[in-house]
């Protein structure tokens, strides 16, 4: 697919389509399903889907950016592969970065572009808000400034087009819930914003009243850091020599520790073999995971729907293997706690899914309100055999990429 012209705009993109100004030839093509309650599908309506819809326009190379399960976040941010940034869905907060005064803040049900930058590198949508990292180093974040999450030094403060956070030296940045997560160039680990439950690994209590850094804070001092995500209250990254560390709340073992104590300090998850890339970490809710590098897929934490595709619906406080393949390549969560799914691919271009199927975001044609299967406690296959990249988030829908 690939637009002929340069009119993709709001409201615009399907009288360009009915025009014929969108062409669906080539590879590249994004489809969409699950929940779509504020256009977070882009479907230019507010329709949940239960088997994948295609999104119109050209995605050849484009880097969709993954999203973690929390309870406001229900907007898309992708980066093409030209440099430009396209976002979509919720927008109450100024999270789709349009530079609009509060009165103008409506949601997008089809994709629209951040300013006319073609420096855009990759990022994550965060609760209420957005953090993208350019090709020059640079972070920028903008949407509600809740606990200081957007790295502004200070609060509770709302932008609706991007705003520089200090440094030149950002690498890659994670969604938690009110917290960013962080990594440098230098391999440094950082993070910022809601400091309850030890969600920022900066070693602080439980409950940790004033707590909460409106800055970047350095976690311990590391310099081998290479991947990072986050969970509701924690967060989870590898380093470089393939180990894994998890801190933040743990009350259904999602720490990974066979046990459910709270750590506000990063603690290694056994073993030494983790998928270092931003494929094979997974982070939810309440429950974690990660690919190794045999290809492997192990979880661990909350599984009352069957998340954890163990073909039960226990709570593991340690890793445990999905099945016996070693054909994994990429996961990704879609929705949050108990209405969690996870959606995951092979290297031989399949996609799979299991957990919560409400809204069919399982993508198997049925949800629980037409009688389908309300959970699946083991893998399901999507059909097709080129999936690539995928995103998820709470509102539970769920974006893929197919196609070279």
């Given amino acids: ?164 956070i200090p440094g030149t030296t950002w690498s890659q940045v994670g969604s938690g819930n009110l917290s960013t997560l962080a990594i440098k160039t230098d391999g440094t680990l950082w993070s910022w914003g809601a400091a309850h439950f030890g969600k920022l690994g900066q070693n602080q209590t439980q409950t940790s009243p004033g707590g909460d850094r409106s800055s970047p804070a350095q976690v311990g001092s590391g310099t081998d850091w290479a991947c990072v995500s986050g969970m509701t209250n924690g967060g989870a990254a590898t380093k470089t020599d393939g180990t894994l560390w998890a801190w933040g709340i743990n009350n259904y073992g999602q720490l990974g520790q066979d046990n459910t104590t709270y750590r506000s300090s990063p603690v290694q998850i056994p073993g030494t073999t983790w998928g270092t890339t931003e494929l094979t970490l997974l982070q939810g809710v309440d429950m974690c995971g990660s ?8 979880v661990w934490g909350q599984n009352d729907k069957g998340q954890l595709g163990q073909n039960n619906e226990t709570n593991y406080s340690s890793p445990r293997q999905v099945g016996s393949e070693t054909t994994w390549r990429s996961a990704v969560v879609l929705g949050t706690g108990s209405a969690g799914a996870i959606l995951a691919t092979k290297t031989d271009g399949t996609l799979w899914a299991w957990g919560n199927n409400h809204d069919g975001r399982c993508a198997q044609n049925s949800d629980p309100d037409n009688g389908g299967p309300d959970s699946y406690s083991s893998p399901v296959q999507i059909p097709g055999t080129d999936w690539k990249e995928m995103i998820g988030g709470a509102g539970g829908g769920l974006a893929a990429i197919k196609g070279d």
């Fill in 1 to 164: 697919m690939a637009l002929k012209n340069n009119t993709w705009k709001l409201n615009q993109w399907y009288d360009q389509d009915v025009a014929g100004n969108v062409s669906y030839s080539g590879n590249g093509e994004m489809w969409v399903w699950g929940r779509g309650n504020v256009g977070e599908l882009a479907q230019n309506n507010r329709t949940a889907y239960s088997s994948p819809v295609q999104v119109p326009g050209g995605w050849y190379g484009a880097n969709v950016f993954r999203r973690c399960g929390y309870n406001d976040l229900n907007h898309t941010t992708v980066v093409k592969n030209d440099g430009t940034l396209w976002m979509w869905g919720d927008n109450e907060n100024g999270e789709l970065g349009q530079n609009q005064a509060s009165a103008q803040l409506a949601a997008a049900s089809s994709p629209v572009q951040v300013g006319t930058e073609t420096t855009w590198s990759g990022g994550s949508p965060l609760n209420k808000a957005t953090a993208v990292v350019k090709t020059d180093g640079t972070l920028w974040s903008w949407g509600y400034n809740l606990y200081g999450m957007l790295g502004h030094n200070e609060n509770n403060v709302k932008y609706s087009s991007p705003t520089q």
């Fill in 291 to 298: 690919i190794k590098t045999d290809g492997t897929l192990w």
